[in-house]
T-cell receptor, first 115, second 114 residues
Framework: GNSVTQMEGPVTLSEEAFLTINCTYT??????LFWYVQYPGEGLQLLLK?????DKGSNKGFEATYRKETTSFHLEKGSVQVSDSAVYFC??????????????FGQGTILTVHP | ETGVTQSPTHLIKTRGQQVTLRCSSQ?????VSWYQQALGQGPQFIFQ???????GRGNFPPRFSGLQFPNYSSELNVNALELDDSALYLC?????????????FGPGTRLTVL
């Protein structure tokens, strides 16, 4: 079955530091890939997505590139802010008509940014 | 445009009881998916409803059941509650064929089973 593996957390950074959160996946075919963010006490918000190999998703300074050869979708940001402190989830959605849009999530990575 | 809403926000039940959680989908969305998020874990897919029919199910026992109504709102029912059912329950609405079938999540219902 499908699976998503995220780097072990939590991650603690100083403001303006560079962020990388690793994500690798196992799936058949060509899934769509997502990063979601969850702020304390809230639901999930879509941060960015990529639907085919070599696509780069980007939003709010965050980027991730769909690498089929390495089955990876690592999240990066050049300069983090205190407001980026949250839990980040990598997820995939099956391609194909029987997938009914089911999302498979990684375990999440807690990011804390200090001033 | 109204987003996805869920009720109640928090709920405390005892083992063996039954619970009903509710979700109102975003305007124009006809599909609702439910996820269980245990503490410190990623969300796990429970099931999805499309046009009032179950359209896919994850690895959850039959005591997890659902409904979708003609206005596309949805309920998640859990019978014979167990301690391990304590979690954040998220619903997400979407519309296949629209906006790449993106799922929009509600804020969740925090269920505690004592």
């Amino acid at each position: 079955g499908n699976s998503v593996t995220q780097m072990e957390g939590p991650v603690t950074l100083s403001e303006e530091a560079f962020l990388t959160i690793n994500c690798t996946y196992t799936a058949t075919g060509y899934p769509s890939l997502f990063w979601y963010v969850q702020y304390p006490g809230e639901g999930l918000q879509l941060l960015l997505k990529a639907t085919k190999a070599d696509d780069k998703g980007s939003n709010k300074g965050f980027e991730a590139t769909y690498r089929k050869e390495t089955t990876s979708f690592h999240l990066e940001k050049g300069s983090v802010q205190v407001s980026d402190s949250a839990v980040y989830f990598c997820a995939l959605r099956d391609a194909g008509g029987t997938s009914y849009g089911k999302l498979t999530f990684g375990q999440g990575t807690i990011l804390t940014v200090h001033p | 445009e109204t987003g996805v809403t869920q009720s109640p926000t928090h709920l405390i039940k005892t083992r063996g009881q039954q619970v009903t959680l509710r979700c109102s989908s975003q305007s124009g969305h006809n599909t609702v998916s439910w996820y269980q998020q245990a503490l410190g874990q990623g969300p796990q897919f429970i099931f999805q409803y499309y046009r009032e029919e179950e359209n896919g199910r994850g690895n959850f026992p039959p005591r997890f059941s659902g409904l979708q109504f003609p206005n596309y709102s949805s309920e998640l029912n859990v019978n014979a509650l167990e301690l391990d059912d304590s979690a954040l329950y998220l619903c997400a609405s979407s519309r296949p064929g629209l906006a790449d079938n993106e799922q929009f999540f509600g804020p969740g219902t925090r269920l505690t089973v004592l």
